[in-house]
């Protein structure tokens, strides 16, 4: 007889689905740091946490700070010590959130992520199967109300909480008036009506005085939460945490590229003004620091992409990166500019050679006195931009040369 045997089914690899314009950013550059948590979201979180903390517990510190008042014979020292006890305790609560929360921003603001692979708290794993990241990505997810790669719904959450504890704190009063309405007139004892003032001036106090814990609070848990998160980010730092520093380092390279972009269309402008207008004085001392700040930008460029490069090379991202396809992203943002601008320098030059060549061979064939200082002042000029362009060619092609160094 053949015994039927069950065999559990193998789980089913959970594969990340990425949005195009950053698996275009990855075509381009190998490698995309995604910003998941900001700390805007921390302190957004923080502001939902007090407000949840006011829901649940808003309305029973408010009774049981009034019947505590009414039962000491109205001492209101007794009401305020009430409100202390029950606001320290929130406060402490909302402490160990606000750290956490704090705690998990430096650990998963960032996701590090490749053709292939993704990296999430130092942990990595294939984009083809994420079950391994799930639970890390699922206690993000949930805590700050913003799915991986999806808009935040935590400005919506708080403000359907605010619309709920200001409709339960006016419930309060509803809740008194309604008890009071329900005594006839004719039998409201003066000591009734006493105690219904009583009881409504001491829960608008109530009212008041959250209100302004409400905003005191949350400003000093904000501050609270930025110093811890400026604390945990020097700490990961200086512990090695690669992620924060190649973020850094390409950001600054990012920005180096733009402004060699930029350096190079003001040259190139300079240049034809240049040409046009007989090399003016006032045009060639700006060529001259038009060049000095690309050569400047182009060494400061330079030196970030070595950084870039070594400290991936040495992180726990090294086995995911691709370096064919990150100098293909290198040589566009900044070999590609600087070599525009080399062939920019080199063609004024020819230029330049092209032009003194024809004065002089002008200044040769003229008699006229005047027409030959003319001639010899132009090709003095001449003589100083060129000294000033092949000064500078050499520093160009010797950048472009160490970035290139590196593609192997």
């Not at 890390?136 to 708080?158: G, H, M, P, W, Y």
């Not at 690309?294 to 070595?306: C, G, P, V």
């Not at 200044?363 to 200082?373: C, G, M, P, R």
């Not at 003319?374 to 362009?389: D, H, M, P, T």
Request: glycine letters at 2%.
């Amino acid at each position: 007889m053949k015994l039927r045997t069950h065999t559990s089914p193998e789980p089913v690899p959970q594969i990340l689905r990425i949005p195009k314009n950053i698996t275009k950013d990855i075509q381009e550059r190998w490698f995309h740091l995604y910003k998941w948590i900001s700390p805007d979201e921390v302190k957004l979180s923080i502001e939902r946490d007090f407000l949840r903390v006011l829901k649940v517990w808003g309305i029973p510190l408010a009774i049981f700070s009034v019947i505590l008042t009414f039962l000491s014979g109205l001492n209101p020292l007794i009401f305020f010590a009430s409100i202390f006890v029950g606001v320290s305790i929130m406060f402490l609560y909302l402490l160990f959130l606000s750290i956490k929360r704090s705690w998990l921003l430096t650990k998963s603001a960032f996701v590090v992520m490749t053709d292939s692979s993704i990296s999430l708290w130092g942990k990595i794993h294939k984009l083809s199967d994420i079950s391994g990241l799930k639970k890390d990505i699922d206690e993000v997810s949930e805590t700050f109300e913003e799915n991986l790669f999806e808009a935040s719904r935590l400005q919506k959450s708080k403000k359907w909480l605010t619309h709920d504890v200001m409709e339960q704190l006016f419930w309060g009063y509803k809740k008194i008036f309604s008890m009071w309405d329900n005594i006839p007139w004719y039998r409201q004892s003066k000591n009734q009506v006493q105690f219904a003032l009583i009881t409504i001036t001491l829960y608008t106090a109530y009212i008041a005085i959250m209100a302004c814990v409400y905003f005191i609070g949350v400003l000093g848990l904000l501050i609270f939460g930025k110093i811890l998160i400026w604390l945990n980010t020097r700490y990961l730092i200086y512990k090695g945490h690669s992620v924060i520093k190649i973020n850094e380092l390409f950001w600054d390279l990012d920005i180096s590229s733009d402004t060699i972009k930029q350096q190079k269309n003001q040259l190139k402008n300079l240049l034809n003004q240049a040409y046009n207008n007989d090399w003016k004085d006032g045009l060639l001392l700006e060529i001259n620091a038009g060049i000095t700040n690309i050569n400047n930008s182009a060494q400061k460029a330079t030196l970030e992409f070595m950084n870039l490069k070594n400290e991936i090379t040495k992180s726990q991202y090294s086995d995911m990166f691709r370096f064919k396809v990150y100098h293909t992203w290198i040589k566009k943002q900044i070999s590609k500019p600087l070599e525009d601008i080399l062939s920019l320098l080199e063609k004024n030059r020819d230029i330049l050679q092209k032009s003194q060549e024809d004065i002089q061979e002008q200044l040769q064939n003229t008699k006229k006195i005047e027409l030959q200082s003319v001639l010899k002042l132009q090709i003095k000029r001449i003589k100083i931009q060129l000294k000033e362009l092949e000064k500078y060619i050499p520093l160009l092609k010797a950048s472009i040369s160490k970035l290139h160094s590196h593609d192997s």
